[in-house]
């Protein structure tokens, strides 16, 4: 999460910033070294219950504020307000039951992503994949540390999880404050940050560093795997995130690609149609070189539709940084190789979509408070999941859809959050202090007109 908020900052806040970026995270990780230990001994002076209760009041606004519907960032931020609610009452109980619990399930959590980062990083052979398979050895040893109840049978369950988390993000941003010290002046943060640049240099030319004025939004379009195939054989999840089948065996993946009118389109596909039978189809899952292929772009979306059809589903932003996205795809489309799982189509739209929403969240005069405020984000951390799951396995046309409508939620002026509960309070009790006045009740027809142009004031078009 530290690397999307660095970038959705930009490149001037970090580069002038970058020495309290280093104090806050060496803070953080001795905090977090400090927990831990205070653990092992079984007496422990960090405030369990208050951390309890804190957990309980974030899954309340979670689960109040979250609106309904079957999108995936709505999903994902439910779970998360179940899953914090459930954590949160664990925590406060007092009982030795609660404990044990909470170590069973931190542990098979634990458990659980270590095995799919291992299974992932074996299977991909991503860029980093030793370090991730690594990781996921050290969470497999996390976990047994969990599921045993030496040396405090289980009393010290949440300082060992909290200290571990506060002590392992603490380190992530003073290595990336530390990193971003190097910054060149003319750099773009989307390039330097990136796991592949598309070019050895992440210097921007002077005429490209500031934003021009974009001609129309930028959209992202999609076509689902299951959108794109006929006769579908119904898989749930994975026809969704990976890939789709259709009555003869034939395998859809989908595709993924970026408009910003008038001149520029990304869409990276293969010159020669990839053999996606089942029998193959586990070969070509590796990210290595040896299952690159020449590629080709297509040259805009009314021919790539025509010839194919219309996408599934379009995110449209209205405010995004054209010159990053002009200095992006001049230095990506140097060079053409494709490969399904480590440079396709979906990769290359997602670090198009980062290096557009460079500088997004960045306001003047801010300093800290712009820090804070995206770190308690609630849709950048959904975004920060699906962003880790595809650099774990790869971007998929699903994830890249995800990807995009959360982070739309996410550089809206108030997100859905503590702000949007505040407000719906004080509407609320606006109309209570009104009924109790007895003031005149307008007819339903004013109010009706009056909601409907609330509503459309400053509404923005639903992806």
Same mark, same amino acid.
């Given at each position: 999460?530290?690397?999307?908020?660095?970038?959705?900052?930009?490149?001037d806040f970090i580069r002038r910033r970058w020495p309290m970026l280093a104090v806050v995270g060496l803070v953080w990780t001795v905090l977090g070294a400090a927990i831990f230990i205070d653990a092992l001994d079984g007496v422990m002076y960090f405030p369990i219950h208050v951390f309890g209760y804190l957990l309980l009041i974030e899954a309340v606004v979670t689960l109040i504020v979250t609106p309904t519907g079957a999108d995936t960032r709505i999903v994902l931020?439910?779970?998360?307000?179940? !899953?914090?609610?459930?954590?949160?009452?664990?925590?406060?109980?007092?009982?030795?039951?609660?404990?044990?619990?909470?170590?069973?399930?931190?542990?098979?959590?634990?458990?659980?992503?270590?095995?799919?980062?291992?299974?992932?990083? *074996?299977? !991909?052979?991503?860029?980093?994949?030793?370090? +991730?398979?690594?990781?996921?050895?050290?969470?497999?040893?996390?976990?047994?540390?969990?599921?045993? @109840?030496?040396?405090?049978?289980?009393?010290?369950?949440? @300082?060992?999880?909290?200290?571990?988390?506060?002590?392992?993000?603490?380190?992530?941003?003073?290595?990336?404050?530390?990193?971003?010290?190097?910054?060149? #002046?003319?750099?773009?943060?989307?390039?330097?940050?990136?796991?592949?640049?598309?070019?050895?240099?992440?210097?921007? @030319?002077?005429?490209?560093?500031?934003?021009?004025? @974009? !001609?129309?939004?930028?959209?992202?379009?999609?076509?689902?795997?299951?959108?794109?195939?006929?006769?579908?054989?119904? #898989?749930?999840?994975?026809?969704?995130?990976?890939?789709?089948?259709?009555?003869?065996? !034939?395998?859809?993946?989908?595709?993924?690609?970026?408009?910003? =009118? =008038?001149?520029?389109?990304?869409?990276?596909? =293969?010159?020669?149609?990839?053999?996606?039978?089942?029998?193959?189809?586990? &070969?070509?899952? &590796?990210?290595?070189?040896?299952?690159?292929?020449?590629?080709?772009?297509?040259?805009?979306?009314?021919?790539? +539709?025509?010839?194919?059809?219309?996408?599934?589903?379009?995110?449209?932003?209205?405010?995004?940084?054209?010159?990053?996205?002009?200095?992006?795809?001049?230095?990506?489309?140097?060079?053409?190789?494709?490969?399904?799982t480590n440079r396709n189509c979906s990769s290359t739209v997602a670090y198009a979509l980062e290096a557009a929403l460079e500088g997004s969240l960045a306001e003047p005069g801010l300093g800290l408070r712009a820090l804070l405020r995206a770190m308690f984000n609630p849709e950048l951390w959904v975004a920060a999941q699906l962003q880790r799951r595809a650099e774990a396995m790869a971007w998929t046309p699903g994830l890249v859809l995800d990807y995009a409508r959360?982070? &739309?939620?996410?550089?809206?002026?108030? =997100?859905?959050?503590?702000?949007?509960?505040?407000?719906?309070?004080?509407?609320?009790?606006?109309?209570?202090?009104?009924?109790?006045?007895?003031?005149?009740?307008?007819?339903?027809?004013?109010?009706?007109?009056?909601?409907?142009?609330?509503?459309?004031?400053? *509404?923005?078009?639903?992806?």
């Amino acid at each position: 999460m530290i690397r999307l908020i660095l970038l959705l900052l930009g490149h001037d806040f970090i580069r002038r910033r970058w020495p309290m970026l280093a104090v806050v995270g060496l803070v953080w990780t001795v905090l977090g070294a400090a927990i831990f230990i205070d653990a092992l001994d079984g007496v422990m002076y960090f405030p369990i219950h208050v951390f309890g209760y804190l957990l309980l009041i974030e899954a309340v606004v979670t689960l109040i504020v979250t609106p309904t519907g079957a999108d995936t960032r709505i999903v994902l931020r439910k779970a998360r307000g179940v !899953v914090f609610l459930l954590l949160g009452l664990l925590v406060v109980d007092a009982h030795h039951a609660a404990s044990v619990i909470l170590a069973m399930m931190f542990g098979l959590a634990f458990l659980a992503d270590g095995i799919f980062r291992m299974a992932a990083a *074996a299977v !991909v052979r991503f860029v980093g994949w030793r370090l +991730s398979f690594l990781t996921g050895l050290l969470e497999l040893g996390f976990a047994i540390f969990m599921f045993e @109840p030496y040396p405090t049978f289980y009393a010290g369950t949440v @300082p060992y999880c909290i200290g571990m988390g506060i002590f392992l993000s603490g380190c992530g941003l003073l290595r990336q404050a530390f990193r971003l010290k190097r910054l060149p #002046q003319h750099a773009a943060a989307s390039l330097w940050l990136s796991r592949d640049p598309g070019g050895d240099s992440a210097v921007l @030319p002077v005429e490209e560093e500031g934003a021009f004025e @974009p !001609v129309g939004d930028l959209i992202v379009h999609v076509w689902t795997p299951t959108g794109s195939a006929e006769d579908v054989v119904p #898989q749930p999840i994975v026809d969704r995130y990976i890939a789709a089948v259709d009555s003869k065996g !034939v395998i859809s993946t989908g595709h993924a690609a970026m408009e910003a =009118p =008038p001149d520029i389109y990304i869409s990276h596909y =293969p010159k020669v149609e990839i053999d996606r039978s089942q029998t193959d189809f586990a &070969r070509i899952l &590796r990210a290595s070189a040896d299952n690159d292929v020449p590629g080709r772009f297509q040259p805009s979306y009314a021919i790539e +539709s025509a010839g194919w059809c219309d996408s599934t589903a379009q995110v449209h932003f209205e405010h995004y940084n054209r010159g990053r996205l002009v200095a992006f795809w001049r230095r990506y489309r140097v060079n053409e190789i494709y490969n399904l799982t480590n440079r396709n189509c979906s990769s290359t739209v997602a670090y198009a979509l980062e290096a557009a929403l460079e500088g997004s969240l960045a306001e003047p005069g801010l300093g800290l408070r712009a820090l804070l405020r995206a770190m308690f984000n609630p849709e950048l951390w959904v975004a920060a999941q699906l962003q880790r799951r595809a650099e774990a396995m790869a971007w998929t046309p699903g994830l890249v859809l995800d990807y995009a409508r959360t982070l &739309r939620a996410a550089i809206q002026p108030t =997100p859905l959050g503590w702000s949007t509960l505040f407000a719906q309070s004080s509407r609320f009790w606006r109309y209570a202090r009104m009924v109790q006045r007895r003031e005149p009740m307008r007819n339903i027809e004013t109010i009706r007109d009056e909601v409907s142009r609330r509503k459309t004031r400053g *509404a923005k078009p639903h992806p």
